[in-house]
Nanobody, 116 residues
Framework: QGSLVESGGGVVQVGGSLRLSCAAS????????MAWHRQAPGEQREFVAR???????SYAESVKGRFIISRDNAKNTIYLQMNSLKPEDTGVYYC??????????WGRGTLVTVSS
């Protein structure tokens, strides 16, 4: 049992910024990776960014140079700083806890809408 709770979504104009947060239970936060995925309307869920327990990040090509993933180990929280937002960044953003040979744990998501 555990939890992943996202927050920080909302409506923002093109070119604007938002910061998402994901508060995790301690057991999930200890997984090998914490990640953000997103799902646009009518589309499949896709990978956005991932951060390892040691802090090493990785990004989807579509967000490289615009998004920054980080973690605060004292707060069991990860963040996604999203800059230079585009309409195609619109979607529900899900926090995930990932580790090999185990199912991914998901939060309920937070909606991000980028308006033009």
């Amino acid at each position: 049992q555990g939890s992943l709770v996202e927050s920080g979504g909302g409506v923002v104009q093109v070119g604007g910024s938002l910061r998402l947060s994901c508060a995790a239970s301690r057991n999930f936060f200890s997984f090998n990776f914490m990640a953000w995925h997103r799902q646009a309307p009518g589309e499949q869920r896709e990978f956005v960014a991932r951060i390892a327990t040691g802090g090493r990040p990785s990004y989807a090509e579509s967000v490289k140079g615009r998004f920054i993933i980080s973690r605060d180990n004292a707060k069991n929280t990860i963040y996604l700083q999203m800059n230079s937002l585009k309409p195609e960044d619109t979607g529900v953003y899900y926090c995930a806890a990932e580790r090999p040979f185990d199912v991914t744990r998901w939060g309920r998501g937070t909606l991000v809408t980028v308006s033009s």
